[in-house]
């Protein structure tokens, strides 16, 4: 009985080290955008070093860990806010950069929903434009809580900052 046996492949020791340094930078630059609001790299930049470690992650899947920045989004609630537990995950938008991107993006989708390769699908496009999101949560038209994305499950209360934005009704028309 002949039993197939399959060979673990092996890593080049120079894609380990790329890929802890790569996170290593990331939560460096995680840190200074969402707890010290003071960024050094462009949002290019960052979404850049993302992508290299997507890449790197989906070339050697076994490399994936649950803390790896690429299986969370955002980051923490800084102290100092009450945390805010969102009622549906806020999760994050990915971007594509070029044509091959949008087309690994509909290979993806089609995969995750069982069609085949060759099924057309209609999608509607925006640019995204980075900045901060925010949850506004509205009760018999009065804005009760403004929280961040904190880390897409739990977010930081900053009503009363959200209460200063001029944009943003403190109560919705149809219900005054």
Do not use: C, W
Request: glycine share 6%; net charge negative.
């Amino acid at each position: 009985m002949s039993e197939e046996v399959k060979e673990k492949r092996e890593i080049p020791p120079e894609i380990i080290e790329r890929v802890k340094k790569l996170r290593e930078e990331i939560e460096y630059h995680n840190y200074r955008y969402y707890v010290l609001d003071s960024p050094v790299i462009s949002d290019a930049e960052y979404d850049a070093l993302m992508r290299e470690l997507r890449q790197l992650e989906e070339m050697y899947p076994e490399l994936i860990t649950p803390d790896s920045p690429t299986q969370r989004v955002g980051f923490k609630p800084a102290e100092g806010f009450k945390e805010v537990p969102h009622a549906e995950p806020m999760l994050s938008l990915d971007d594509a950069m070029n044509e091959d991107e949008v087309i690994e993006f509909d290979k993806r989708i089609k995969r995750f929903l069982g069609l085949p390769e060759e099924t057309p699908i209609e999608y509607t496009v925006e640019p995204k434009i980075d900045g901060l999101a925010v949850e506004l949560v509205y009760e018999n038209g009065s804005l009760i809580i403004g929280a961040t994305r904190g880390d897409g499950y739990v977010g930081e209360d900053v009503t009363n900052n959200i209460k200063t934005i001029p944009t943003i009704p403190l109560r919705l028309r149809k219900f005054t």
